[in-house]
């Protein structure tokens, strides 16, 4: 508020920082919580003498002059530890936008350089968000709540950078408002559809499987495609209920087609934000049963981002998942970290080679090798292989002739709904 109230008198620009350390989770994890807190204050340390240049700029400026009713105070640079791993900076006095971006870099290069902590070298890459006063708010909850924002841009546009509030991420986020309003209403009014994508078998060409996709009809909006609201349900813990109402589909699904004597599979995504709170195993478990579905007809597809989270006791529910049956599919595979070490400790059956590497096994060899090379490794550790998103014939009959065992794209049908997916079991 002082800060504002010189700004406006003497017609300069203010600045806030609003910082937030990148992946901060896994150093704890990873070695302790009291490493995580002396990384924290050594942070600390390290933003507080990066801006007392920023400081002395504005100090140094001979225009500079407070006076005034509120007199004596000046306000300085502040740095705050605004929660978690999360903090904020004042920059009282800024000529223009150029100073800021400045603070920006060199924040983010006193960061990048690694923390000698508890005798662990730690290093930790940091998301910056950055509003100017005026243009960007004219009281502090709005330049908090804007940089806020940006920060959250700079996170999704891949970390480790400084961003600048602009008008748009707030139509952005307003957006996401009404998404999430209108998402509410779904559930209730029961807009969505699972409609259903085959897998096929490479060896024998018929259809094995399916995998439940989610549709969802918005009377205004249309047709919204599962990239654009997901995201929304994981951030507003919305996709509670929405999974819990594909795990009930999918299972009332596999009961409807076992009666029909057609013994397909089905299989879910699941979110990581699904494996937040323990106890997805007992809900699968009781979804099935009253569905009455054979659970030996159910899979579940987890990215390895939900498995990196919390890996010891995501590991401890996927037993549990597959105690009762249920086969567990990596999705994604070779888009996330996963080591060789790693995927040897996890509890899966199947992995879901990514559409990215399928996409280009013609034209591009490394490609081609890397390609091979999962199938490989996969095979090697006793897994069933499923290329994603094929598309050609050619992608089709190089994945054949390297073992791949199935395959689900465009080639043979996309998502369908249950009518269609019926149809193309009988085709087969
Ligand atoms: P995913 O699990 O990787 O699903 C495959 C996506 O690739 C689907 O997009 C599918 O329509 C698309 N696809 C399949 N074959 C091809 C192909 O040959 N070419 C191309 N270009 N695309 C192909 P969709 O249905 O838009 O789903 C996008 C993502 O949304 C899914 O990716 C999944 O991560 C998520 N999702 C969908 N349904 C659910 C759900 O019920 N729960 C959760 N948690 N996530 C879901
Ligand atoms: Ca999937
Ligand atoms: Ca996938």
Known sequence: DLALRQARRGSWKVGVVYLDLDHFKRINETFSHSVGDSLLSEVANRLVMSVRGADLVVRSDPGFDVGGSHGS????????RFGGDEFTILIPRLRDEQDLAAVGRRLLETLSQPFSVEGH???????IG???????GDNPEELLRNADTAMYAA???GRNRYQFYTQSMNERSLRRLILEGKLRRAIDESQFELHYQPKVSLSSGRATG???????????????GPGDFIPVAEETGLIEPIGDWVLGQACRQIGEWGAQGCDV?????????QFRRPGIAQRVAEVARAAGADLSRLEVEI???AVLHDTELVIRELQAIRELGVRVALDDFGTGYSSLSYLRRLPVDTLKIDRSFIQDIEVDPEDANLTQGIIAMGKALGLRIVAEGVETEGQRSRLTAWGCDEMQGFL???????????????DT
Do not use: Q
Not at 73 to 80: G, I, L
Not at 265 to 273: R, T
């Open 73 to 80: 105070a000046t306000a300085d640079s502040a740095v705050s």
């Open 130 to 136: 950055l509003t100017v006063f005026p243009s960007d």
């Open 155 to 157: 996170k999704e546009g």
């Open 412 to 426: 043979f049908s996309p998502a369908v709904p249950p009518a269609e997916a019926r149809e193309l079991l009988d």
């Open 303 to 305: 990215t390895e981002t």
């Open 121 to 127: 070298e730690v290093v930790v890459g940091s998301s």
């Open 210 to 224: 399916f995998e439940g996709l989610l549709r969802w009809h918005d009377p205004e909006l249309g047709l919204v």
């Open 265 to 273: 599979s089905v299989a879910i995504n699941l979110s990581p934000e």
